[in-house]
């Protein structure tokens, strides 16, 4: 961790994300709870989808999702995640690392595909499995892009998920997988992508496109977290996103 606990508080305390946010973005999603459930799941952020293996206890996943959400949060009041969204990416990266996260992270590459019609998730999918070892390895990602690709158009999940790009044909968004490493930390392989497409579709990464209408741009990052890094920061990350987690984080048991 290059940053002192003194300069990441100080970093944390020059926040300010104002009122709460206006627009209902999770009409038709149950209440949230306010600790994780127990058990394989993910949870769902505008424009993030992090899938939560078994071994993530409850209190774990908590802060894994505060810190993520308040990443994010940051970087937007930095930086657009408008097409090519690298300066939002260096932005996000950065609140991760003051928040407790150790990531290495690939350049931006454009992906390509020799499919004629492809669907976004599943490239994604196979970005990340070939820098992991294979897909077998995020089998609660699947399952939980599975599960997503069954909702309705208008579900609530979608609406949270694509709140950050559903105006554009363009954006950012991230998929990963956390588990428990054998030192106790959580290991969150995950695709940072930004597209940007001729139209704007909704479930965007589950439709059909054509290989010509959308271009796809990925990097891969590897990040480990570290509960001890973070509790000094806890309850000041909680008291800046405590009146957001409602409106901008909901849960998918797998």
Not at 5 to 10: L, P
Not at 90 to 114: D, H, M, P, V
Not at 126 to 143: E, K, N, P, Y
Not at 213 to 239: K, M
């Amino acid at each position: 961790m290059t940053a002192s606990i003194k300069q990441r508080i100080a970093r944390l305390e020059a926040l300010d994300f104002g009122p709460t946010y206006t627009e209902d973005i999770r009409i038709g999603i149950s209440p949230l709870n306010e600790t994780p459930p127990a058990g394989a799941g993910a949870t769902v952020m505008p424009g993030t989808t992090i899938a939560f293996s078994d071994d993530i206890l409850a209190d774990l996943r908590g802060d894994l999702e505060d810190a993520i959400l308040l990443s994010s949060m940051a970087a937007d009041q930095k930086a657009t995640r408008r097409y090519p969204s690298r300066e939002w990416y260096t932005e996000y990266q950065g609140w991760l690392e003051t928040c407790g996260f150790l990531i290495q992270s690939t350049a931006f590459q454009r992906r390509l595909t020799s499919k004629s019609v492809f669907r976004i998730a599943d490239e994604a999918l196979d970005f990340i499995g070939a820098v992991t070892g294979g897909t077998a390895a995020l089998s609660v990602l699947q399952s939980t892009l599975m599960a997503l690709s069954e909702k309705a158009d208008d579900d609530g999940l979608i609406a949270l998920f694509e709140s950050e790009t559903k105006n554009a044909g363009d954006g950012a968004f991230q998929l990963g997988q956390a588990s428990l490493s054998g030192d106790g930390r959580a290991v969150l392989p995950f695709g940072l992508f930004a597209f940007r497409s001729t139209s704007i579709k909704k479930k965007f990464l589950f439709f059909s496109w054509d290989k010509d209408a959308v271009e796809l741009f990925a990097s891969a990052s590897s990040a480990i977290f570290t509960q001890a890094d973070y509790a000094p920061l806890r309850d000041q990350v909680n008291s800046l996103i405590a009146n957001r987690r409602k409106e901008r984080l909901s849960r998918l048991t797998i």
